[in-house]
């Protein structure tokens, strides 16, 4: 027998996974299915967490969530409706859909290049096999923030004006953020302070940073140890 709601209960949708969409329109369906990746990424980011351990990973979602925080301020600062009042919650300018995949994007693009920019000399990029690995994701990422980005138009929750504002906001802060990750607070010595620090020893929280390649090196002790084992066995 099915429950009966009280009279005097309101309901109402959770507006982070409420997305309305054209009726009979496949190609809407599919954008508001894209237009809820970016919860995705961040069951993507606590997974790595999770699993790899890697300060890299905790860094990124770090800036990931100050992005977020920056966007709602830009929000209650330029106070810009969207373009239908019943369709998402709060101001519309800038998009914080394009800004957090802008910055996703930024962020991901640069950690997969920097090696070539920042080596002296850079490596030539046809020495390096990872370098069609640096591609396919950097092409899926890219792309993938602007399907997510195009969604936010084709179902009307912003404008173009809105979606370009955040794109823009997105790729400035993740650039601004790398460097000052990477580049000051790395420089200083930070990241080796948390990763010494007891309780991050006590979680094994990594740092490879420095490490060219983490698969590669993953594979290496994972190979000394098999060898290990078989010599005790």
């Not at 996974?17 to 970016?38: C, E, G, M, R």
């Not at 995705?40 to 351990?53: E, K, P």
Request: aromatic share 12%; charged share 15%.
């Amino acid at each position: 027998m099915a429950s009966k709601i009280p009279p005097h209960h309101t309901l109402t949708s959770l507006s982070i996974t409420h997305v309305q969409f054209i009726q009979n329109d496949i190609l809407s369906k599919l954008l508001a299915y894209v237009t809820l990746s970016p919860l995705a990424i961040l069951c993507g980011y606590v997974g790595a967490i999770l699993t790899g351990r890697d300060l890299k990973a905790v860094v990124m979602l770090g800036g990931q969530l100050l992005n977020e925080v920056v966007n709602q301020m830009l929000k209650r600062l330029v106070k810009q409706a969207r373009p239908t009042e019943y369709l998402g919650d709060g101001y519309g300018m800038p998009s914080s859909h394009s800004q957090f995949m802008a910055y996703f994007a930024t962020y991901m693009v640069i950690l997969m290049y920097r090696r070539y920019t920042y080596k002296t000399p850079p490596p030539p990029l046809g020495s390096d096999s990872n370098i069609l690995m640096a591609h396919a994701v950097s092409a899926t990422v890219v792309v993938w923030a602007i399907l997510v980005v195009y969604s936010r138009v084709h179902l009307y929750y912003h404008t173009w004006q809105q979606v370009v504002a955040g794109t823009v906001c997105g790729f400035v802060f993740a650039v601004a953020y790398y460097f000052l990750v990477n580049r000051v607070l790395r420089a200083k010595g930070l990241m080796d302070w948390i990763v010494d620090h007891p309780w991050a020893c006590l979680a094994h929280v990594r740092d490879t940073d420095a490490v060219e390649d983490v698969n590669k090196f993953d594979w290496e002790m994972w190979r000394q140890w098999k060898a290990q084992k078989s010599k005790v066995e």
